[in-house]
């Protein structure tokens, strides 16, 4: 999606070898132009494929999860990834590490929202090493839930994400940008995308 390489190129920040930051318009301010352009694109990616729910983690999938469901039609549940007294214990549920903030959140889903029904379109901000699109997967899976695929905002394909999410069987993954690389500071794009 040009709109967004657009955007990384102008506002995103490579910090070290692996992290891109794009506070500016994806997971602290948002730029709601751009959520609901990629959310009419995951919507065309995924079209025809008997959607009944869009699934992400919080927080930051959730503004682009939001606008695919809203062209898509249909409702968004998204993972916590902290439980609250006032959440039910009838919860799927499943471990996810998170490298970038080095900890281990259990994600869940009050079993209400997800069950083997649904055919569930999976979206992430980013792929990188695949904990949050395999903590997903597992609830899905849990739930009997028919996974049509995943949709992927920003995807650094020189991380295992990819591989690993069809090692678990995740074969059906659009991502809106791939990057190859960050060299002296800058993001290489995937060519192949």
């Known amino acids: 999606m040009k709109e967004l390489e657009a955007r990384i190129k102008e506002d995103g920040r490579v910090l070290g070898a692996d992290i891109l930051k794009v506070d500016s318009f994806l997971n602290h301010q948002i730029d709601p132009k751009l959520m609901q352009a990629m959310g009419a694109e995951f919507a065309r990616l995924f079209k025809d494929q008997g959607i009944t729910k869009v699934i992400t983690v919080e927080a930051s999938g959730i503004a682009p999860a939001v606008m695919a469901g809203l062209s898509l039609d249909v409702p968004v549940v998204f993972a916590r990834k902290s439980k609250s007294?006032?959440?039910?214990?009838?919860?799927?549920?499943?471990?996810?590490?998170?490298?970038?903030?080095?900890?281990?959140?259990?994600?869940?889903?009050?079993?209400?929202?997800?069950?083997?029904?649904?055919?569930?379109?999976?979206?992430?901000?980013?792929?990188?090493?695949?904990?949050?699109?395999?903590?997903?997967?597992?609830?899905?899976?849990?739930?009997?839930?028919?996974?049509?695929?995943?949709?992927?905002?920003?995807?650094?394909?020189?991380?295992?994400?990819?591989?690993?999410?069809?090692?678990?069987?995740?074969?059906?993954?659009?991502?809106?940008?791939?990057?190859?690389?960050?060299?002296?500071?800058?993001?290489?794009?995937?060519?192949?995308?």
């Open 85 to 193: 007294r006032i959440l039910s214990d009838d919860a799927y549920t499943a471990d996810v590490y998170s490298y970038t903030k080095q900890s281990t959140n259990q994600i869940r889903i009050d079993k209400r929202f997800l069950s083997a029904d649904d055919h569930v379109l999976l979206i992430d901000d980013f792929l990188a090493n695949g904990q949050a699109l395999l903590g997903m997967k597992a609830l899905a899976d849990d739930a009997g839930a028919t996974i049509v695929g995943a949709g992927i905002v920003i995807e650094k394909s020189f991380q295992p994400g990819r591989q690993a999410a069809i090692e678990a069987g995740l074969t059906n993954i659009h991502s809106l940008a791939k990057i190859a690389a960050f060299e002296d500071g800058q993001v290489v794009f995937d060519e192949a995308n």
